[in-house]
């Protein structure tokens, strides 16, 4: 697999801090040319300064064009790890959902649908999205990042299953808490459900590359993530009441 990176074209997109920087530094260290993207203009330049990468600053929606001409016409691995961690309920105003959706969902279908074409025509290509456990599960406090990230974990299955004879491969990561700006801005629900067994970003992206390796959909950083995605699908009321405990403990905290 080391090999296959040397030299690849890489797209991390959020890649000025957390996950995707993660990303972007462990992708250079096996040799691939990396486009570093985030709407924080000063992150992605200390990002791309440390991985002698290509900075592409703006939306994660509209990245793929300059990335492609930055990597000299092609893109080999394409990670749309940018996301946003939006809490709340129904009462959360509209342009919060939607912000959440274009963000979370559409950036993924967006890149994707200008990836394709030369992707189909090679013959290869992947697509690496950063969900979240939330996007197999929920999590509590959070109804459009849950709901989005179902979203973006049915894309990421849907395009897996639709173009894996045509060469091109899917991994959808889904980690439970990382110590990141995100998990920091969390609040009480953060602290309760993620922090405990938080883990840093460069053991995602460890885990990014051990799946890759394996050529595995799914990418558990944590573990016992699969465990709660099973014990769900078993006896889905159990779930639901085990999760209700924890909505109580979380309204008792604050
Ligand atoms: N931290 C966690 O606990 C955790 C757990 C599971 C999944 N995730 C997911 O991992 C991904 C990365 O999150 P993180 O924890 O590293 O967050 P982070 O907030 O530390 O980093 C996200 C980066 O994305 C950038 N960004 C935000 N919106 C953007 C946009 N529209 N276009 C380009 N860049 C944008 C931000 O400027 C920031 O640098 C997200 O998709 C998140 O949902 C995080």
Redesign the pocket.
């Known amino acids: 697999m080391a090999e296959a990176l040397r030299n690849a074209g890489v797209v991390v997109?959020?890649a000025?801090?957390?996950?995707?920087a993660a990303l972007a530094r462990r992708f250079a260290e096996e040799g691939a040319r990396v486009v570093v993207?985030?709407?924080?203009a000063a992150?992605a330049e200390r990002v791309a300064a440390e991985t002698g990468g290509t900075v592409v600053v703006?939306?994660?929606?509209r990245v793929v064009a300059e990335a492609r001409e930055a990597l000299g016409g092609t893109i080999d691995i394409f990670c749309a790890?940018?996301?946003?961690?939006t809490g709340g309920g129904p009462e959360a105003e509209d342009d919060v959902w939607l912000q959440a959706w274009d963000?979370?969902v559409m950036?993924h279908v967006r890149a994707a649908r200008e990836l394709l074409p030369e992707w189909l025509e090679r013959g290869s290509g992947r697509f690496v999205a950063?969900?979240?456990?939330?996007g197999l599960l929920t999590m509590v406090g959070a109804a459009p990042?849950s709901v989005t990230?179902h979203g973006a974990l049915a894309f990421a299955e849907w395009l897996a299953l639709t173009y894996r004879h045509r060469g091109i491969r899917v991994h959808a990561v889904?980690?439970?808490?990382?110590r990141?700006?995100?998990?920091r801005a969390?609040g009480a629900a953060g602290e309760l459900v993620?922090a405990p067994t938080?883990i840093e970003?460069e053991d995602v992206a460890e885990a990014v590359f051990q799946g890759i390796a394996d050529e595995r959909f799914l990418i558990l950083p944590h573990p016992e993530a699969g465990e709660y995605f099973t014990a769900r699908a078993a006896d889905t009321d159990r779930w639901i009441d085990s999760m209700n405990r924890l909505q109580q403990k979380l309204e008792h905290s604050g």
């Open positions: 997109t959020g000025g801090g957390g996950i995707g993207n985030d709407l924080d992150a703006g939306d994660a929606s790890n940018a996301g946003i961690g963000v979370n950036a950063t969900v979240s456990a939330a990042y990230k889904c980690p439970q808490g990382v990141t700006d995100m998990l969390a993620l938080a970003p």
